[in-house]
């Protein structure tokens, strides 16, 4: 395998030239040596790898005994060098993306940047993870990913569904934790939570709260939040501070519970909140006035909300768009915003980097970063200041 790709893909080559793209359960070191199955497409081939004929000595034995079946990571055994594996894939899309002149910073994520909310799937018998690309289950007892009262509260969630105290009817449920990680909520598909004590599971309808660095912010359990939300504030707060995000109005697109506009607190005189989810935007209203920071908090669409021409030249544009990245049509009418600044938040890195070439007619790439807030896996967060061209 000659290197890694996006998406923590090897790249290596057949005999007569052709491109392999391989994918592993377990992490993928460059210059090992393994046997796939592979389907052959037109001009290249993709598949799985099946065995290592040969291990790079750095791999690692996983902390994880399912490691190797679970889909819920994939950079176990890469052990310590899984941050500068993840490096390499991030370095491979941005350099064939945005090319090789484009500097950008890594942040690593630190070994305590564990999971507050994982998604467990029950059907009927077993509580786990799903196999990757299958819907089989495998189940699990505990999560080394996880923080430790999630882990330790998936025994007697098990318990709960085979003695029917929960509901037993096959399904999804998200087990979620506050900050600093104590409590346990259990959340069913239907959005119904329960509150672990030590007596048992108790219905609850109090929400999450989380004490991130002087400001605390609460949502309802089972809804979008930080997967790491300690280390998550802690990089994205010394990222924009670093890059002195500041200014007039802060327009918060795809705001969710308020936390980008929190964390750059009295650094702007008015903020403007829009997100799609009434209940995200009502917590992000009692979060913001509770931390004394007035905000317009509005339920809309953010694509069919942003008006030509937004904001002045003080004002600060901040995005935070779905995995899919922004519509073509937004990223049109972000290029005609009055607004000096404009940051680009995106957990896919292909959308991401389509976006900036996207906005380049308009906004020039002032800086770019890369952090890991998704440990074990090959996801990143990418963030990106832009300023308006002249």
């Not at 923590?8 to 992490?27: F, Q, S």
């Not at 037109?42 to 290592?52: C, K, L, P, S, Y």
């Not at 040969?54 to 899984?82: I, K, N, Q, Y």
Request: charge should be negative; include cysteine; hydrophobic fraction near 45%.
């Amino acid at each position: 395998m000659e290197r890694l790709a996006w998406g923590g893909k090897g790249v290596g080559r057949e005999a007569d030239g052709r491109l392999l793209l391989l994918e592993a359960p377990l992490a993928l070191f460059p210059g090992e040596v393994v046997e796939a199955t592979v389907i052959w497409k037109a001009r290249h081939g993709e598949g799985r790898v099946t065995r290592w004929i040969t291990r790079d000595p750095r791999r690692a034995v996983a902390e994880c005994p399912v490691a190797a079946s679970c889909g819920g990571c994939e950079l176990w055994e890469a052990g310590r060098h899984a941050p500068d594996l993840k490096r390499q894939m991030v370095a491979d899309l941005l350099r064939r993306q945005l090319g090789e002149e484009v500097p950008w910073d890594w942040h690593p994520a630190p070994a305590e940047a564990l999971r507050h909310r994982i998604q467990l799937h029950w059907d009927g018998s077993s509580l786990g993870y799903f196999r990757r690309h299958s819907h089989a289950l495998v189940p699990v007892s505990a999560c080394p990913a996880a923080a430790e009262p999630l882990s330790l509260a998936i025994p007697r969630m098990q318990e709960a569904l085979t003695a029917h105290i929960l509901s037993s009817r096959p399904g999804r449920w998200e087990l979620s934790t506050g900050t600093p990680a104590g409590e346990v909520l259990a959340t069913d598909e239907r959005g119904r939570s329960w509150h672990l004590e030590p007596d048992g599971w108790h219905r609850t309808e109090a929400p999450l709260a989380h004490r991130l660095g002087g400001i605390t912010l609460h949502h309802e359990p089972g809804a979008f939040f930080q997967v790491s939300p300690p280390w998550a504030a802690e990089a994205f707060r010394s990222l924009l501070e670093g890059w002195e995000v500041q200014g007039g109005t802060l327009y918060d697109l795809y705001g969710g519970v308020g936390l980008f506009s929190a964390l750059l607190g009295k650094r702007f005189n008015h903020r403007v909140l829009v997100e799609s989810g009434e209940a995200a935007v009502a917590w992000a209203r009692r979060n913001l006035e509770a931390l004394g920071l007035p905000a317009e908090c509005l339920v809309a669409d953010v694509a069919a909300w942003v008006p030509e021409g937004l904001g002045q030249p003080d004002d600060v544009v901040l995005l935070d768009p779905p995995r899919a990245g922004l519509e073509p049509a937004l990223a049109d009418r972000l290029c005609t915003a009055q607004a000096g600044t404009l940051v680009l938040v995106g957990c896919d890195g292909a959308a991401f980097c389509r976006d900036l070439k996207r906005l380049a007619q308009a906004w020039s790439l002032e800086k770019l970063a890369v952090l890991d807030l998704f440990p074990l896996t090959s996801h990143v967060e990418c963030v990106a200041l832009l300023t308006r061209r002249p």
